[in-house]
């Protein structure tokens, strides 16, 4: 049973530049998380999706960031027009269930450079 | 002040001693995470924790709900023991979000 895959690992974009990210949850994991850890820095929550839903991307900037989850297929967080700050690890986890029941596991993360 | 204060912030111990690394909380939670992550690397879910103790090879996770309190403890430590090693809680005010400690860098010598 796969763990959590992510890819790339490693991302190098020029500034303006798209990135996308994938992670495909373990199998049978239906909510998965995006978290962001800037250098030196600890987690934070960006996204919480469930299978084609959305619910909650509070802790996503509201512009040139989105994320999905599509019936088919792994989840995408989307960066465009990425500037400098963007630089950062962007971790995925996967949860069978949501709640407090849920454990957490995490894929090894993309790492995102913006030159 | 942080919700979840891990300590020490950096420990370096000799392979073979045996460690301790704290993490306090002052809201109430469902669940409490320990997860390590190697320079570089991903990150690993060590425990979960509700209640008691739990113990997986050399490392032992407890966690006392009154006082808000959980320990992550290693035995006879090893140098592959060096990490970073995160606390974080499952807010009751949330069934999914995470309120991450800041970590707490291990160095093991040999």
């Known amino acids: 049973n796969a763990g959590v895959m992510q890819n790339p690992r490693h991302l190098v974009r020029r500034r303006g530049q798209e990135a996308r990210l994938r992670c495909s949850p373990m199998?049978?994991?239906?909510?998965v998380y995006w978290y962001r850890q800037l250098p030196e820095e600890g987690l934070k929550f960006m996204v919480y999706?469930?299978?084609?839903?959305?619910?909650?991307e509070s802790g996503m900037p509201k512009e040139r960031f989105s994320a999905e989850f599509p019936k088919e297929g792994p989840s995408i967080l989307r960066i465009q027009q990425v500037v400098r700050g963007d630089s950062a690890a962007y971790f995925c986890?996967?949860?069978?269930?949501?709640?407090?029941?849920?454990?957490?596991?995490f894929g090894e993360g993309s790492r995102l450079t913006v030159l | 002040k942080n919700e979840v204060e891990q300590s020490p912030q950096n420990l370096t111990a000799q392979e073979g001693e045996f460690i301790t690394i704290n993490c306090s909380y002052s809201v109430g939670i469902s669940a409490l995470h320990w997860l390590q992550q190697h320079p570089g690397g991903g990150i690993v879910s060590l425990f979960m924790l509700s209640s008691g103790k739990k113990k997986h090879g050399r490392l032992i996770a407890t966690i006392n709900i009154q006082e808000k309190h959980s320990s992550l403890h290693i035995t006879a430590s090893h140098p592959r023991d060096s990490a970073v090693y995160i606390c974080?809680?499952?807010?009751?005010?949330?069934?999914?979000?995470?309120?991450w400690g800041a970590g707490t860098k291990l160095i093991i010598k040999p």
């Open positions: 986890a996967s949860s069978p269930r949501q709640g407090n029941t849920g454990e957490l596991f």
């Open positions: 974080a809680v499952r807010s009751m005010d949330s069934n999914y979000q995470l309120i």
């Open positions: 199998k049978g994991h239906s909510h």
């Open positions: 999706l469930q299978k084609e839903n959305i619910i909650d």
